[in-house]
Structure formats: C-alpha cells, structure tokens
C-alpha cells in the first residue's frame, strides 16, 4: 500500500517503513508525526484520489533525526568595481520514517 501525501509544500510517494528526507518539520527525534493531507491511497486495488485530500486518511511516521542538508556557496559580483560578496546556505532537514497508512 502506498500514499501521496503534501508536507512542507512538497509532494511525497511513501510506503510503509520508508525513510525520506523533508523540509524542517516541528519536534525532536523519537516524536511521532501525524500527516492529514493525504492526497492518494493505492495499492491491491485501484488507486484513490482525494478532491484535494482524502479527508479520512492519514498517515503517521516517526522523526529519526533533525539534520542539515549539503552547504550551498554564492558568489555574486560586479566586474571592474571590485564589489563582491559571498554567501552561503545550508537547509534544515529532518528524517522521518513512514509507519502506517491509514485509509480511515
């Protein structure tokens, strides 16, 4: 069994017992996560949509840690002017791992 879910603006395809990096979500490692908009269900039998979510669905995970994601340098300058600046970024992440899917 398999669902679509929205978390953090992204779409996501999981699965029962599947680890996936997303966006920061709220919470510290071991705390569960309960994820409402459940866009699709499917699996033995055909597939469901919801108009936009399935409201009797959900999906529960677990966080297994609150990570960084790789450092991302810029660079912009002006040439001749000798104006540069230098930024850098890095994404708080945070891994979870899918439990059940519930299709209410």
Do not use: C, W
């Not at 979500?25 to 071991?30: D, I, L, P």
């Not at 300058?77 to 439990?99: E, F, M, P, V, W």
Request: proline share 3%; charged share 20%.
């Amino acid at each position: 069994m398999y669902a679509i879910i929205r978390l953090g603006g992204k779409q996501y395809r999981v699965q029962e017992s599947t680890t996936l990096l997303v966006d920061k979500q709220e919470g510290e490692a071991g705390d569960n996560l309960t994820v409402a908009e459940v866009l699709a269900i499917g699996g033995n039998d055909a597939p469901v949509f919801g108009t936009p979510i399935l409201t009797s669905a959900t999906v529960t995970a677990s966080i297994v840690e609150q990570t960084k994601g790789p450092k991302i340098n810029g660079l912009t300058y002006k040439a001749k002017k000798n104006q540069r600046h230098h930024y850098g970024h890095r994404q708080d992440l945070t891994r979870i791992k899918i439990g059940t899917i519930s299709a209410g």
